[in-house]
């Protein structure tokens, strides 16, 4: 019996490394593994490589390469903006909105147990922050307002220039969690204007356990971790070399293939609405597709069970939420107050580097087929 094939549409989950990615990864765990904290020859080596590739994750973002902080990833990041600020600050008020991912919402509850005062910042119908209820929500003593750039779950992204102009205007700090973003879109700390943004390795391209913090020059951040003194006395710890080499390497290619990997992936992701739409019509989309992640769509089969569909076509891999917490029901579409009905039927496709238009065809004859058997 011929196996089915495996379609991957799941890249907002994760994503597998490019082959020149896992090439640096293991250059730099065989051959160039010196502690770059070593004195000898090999060591220095390491440790004048580890400010390129701290350079070439800084480019990407267009920071400074001394406003790059390497953490395990996007979850320590975030750890590390909210706790590291809230520490710092000693008390005060922070501001996120309700569809963040639970590596903000979990440690903004936990600061919310220790004393902080917390607001959450309500979604529009579409998907969207507005500016207004940000403005509205920020008080006197406001330290932090923390929006994602992008919302893994919808894809929707965010106004982040003008809520980081809104923030510099009250004298507060923002941090913006873009682990969606980067690598799939362009992303400009200094036309933003954010104080702190967060990345992820395996969102792009490089391996799981690699991330990093941005922290804008000037801004003072306390430590999670105290040791020997790394990453500028912000983030104790022998640094994982190898893995900080394939993130640059995939930081690299991301700054080279985004512009064109962008217009590929809006084609190919609309493409496959269109495709989706005429097999069943009763088909709701989230975000505004031109304000939206070019590789996420997020629909939803009204009438249908998003977790059902995927179990009857396991040759798909995609997800009915995000992969932290898929079947456990969406605090995103809770923001969003869509009723059960549409809720219960929603299912996201996450397209990506190899991701191409034979792929679309053979999931949409899936459906089909599929809608043929159960109207």
Do not use: W
Not at 92 to 116: D, N, R
Not at 343 to 363: D, H, M, P, Q
């Amino acid at each position: 019996m011929k196996e089915k094939k495996i379609i991957y549409l799941d890249y907002n989950a994760t994503t597998p490394c490019l082959p020149e990615v896992v090439e640096e990864l293991k250059l730099y765990s065989s051959e160039y593994f010196a502690n770059p904290s070593s004195g000898h020859v090999l060591g220095r080596f390491v440790r004048e490589k580890l400010h390129d590739f701290r350079q070439k994750v800084a480019d990407l973002i267009n920071a400074e390469p001394e406003e790059v902080i390497f953490t395990s990833g996007g979850t320590e990041a975030n750890h590390l903006a909210l706790f590291g600020i809230a520490l710092e600050k000693g008390k005060g008020h922070l501001l996120v909105s309700a569809f963040e991912h639970p590596s903000i919402l979990t440690p903004v509850l936990k600061l919310l147990e220790i004393g902080f005062k917390v607001d959450f910042i309500p979604i529009n119908n579409y998907g969207y922050v507005e500016i207004d209820e940000i403005e509205k929500r920020i008080k006197s003593d406001t330290i932090l307002v923390s929006v994602m750039m992008a919302n893994n779950e919808i894809g929707t992204i965010q106004p982040v220039k003008e809520i980081a102009k809104l923030c510099k205007k009250r004298g507060v700090l923002f941090h913006t969690d873009a682990c969606q973003a980067v690598g799939k879109i362009s992303v400009d700390v200094k036309e933003i204007g954010c104080d702190l943004l967060t990345m992820a390795g395996h969102k792009m391209y490089a391996p799981k356990g690699i991330g990093a913090l941005y922290i804008k020059k000037g801004i003072e951040i306390n430590p999670l971790f105290l040791g020997g003194g790394q990453e500028r006395g912000l983030r104790a710890g022998t640094e994982p070399v190898s893995l900080i080499a394939a993130f640059a390497k995939a930081s690299e290619i991301a700054k080279k293939d985004v512009p064109f990997e962008k217009e590929r992936l809006i084609y190919l992701r609309e493409k496959f609405f269109k495709g989706l739409k005429e097999i069943y019509p009763k088909i709701y989309r989230y975000g505004v597709p031109e304000n939206t992640l070019p590789n996420t769509l997020t629909v939803s089969f009204i009438g249908k069970n998003g977790v059902k569909i995927l179990e009857d076509l396991p040759q798909i891999c995609a997800s009915t939420g995000a992969a932290c917490h898929d079947r456990k029901g969406s605090h995103t579409l809770l923001a969003l107050k869509v009723s059960p009905d549409v809720a219960e039927g929603t299912i996201r496709f996450s397209l990506g580097r190899y991701t191409n238009e034979e792929e679309i065809e053979e999931v949409l004859e899936i459906f089909s087929e599929y809608f043929k058997k159960n109207v």
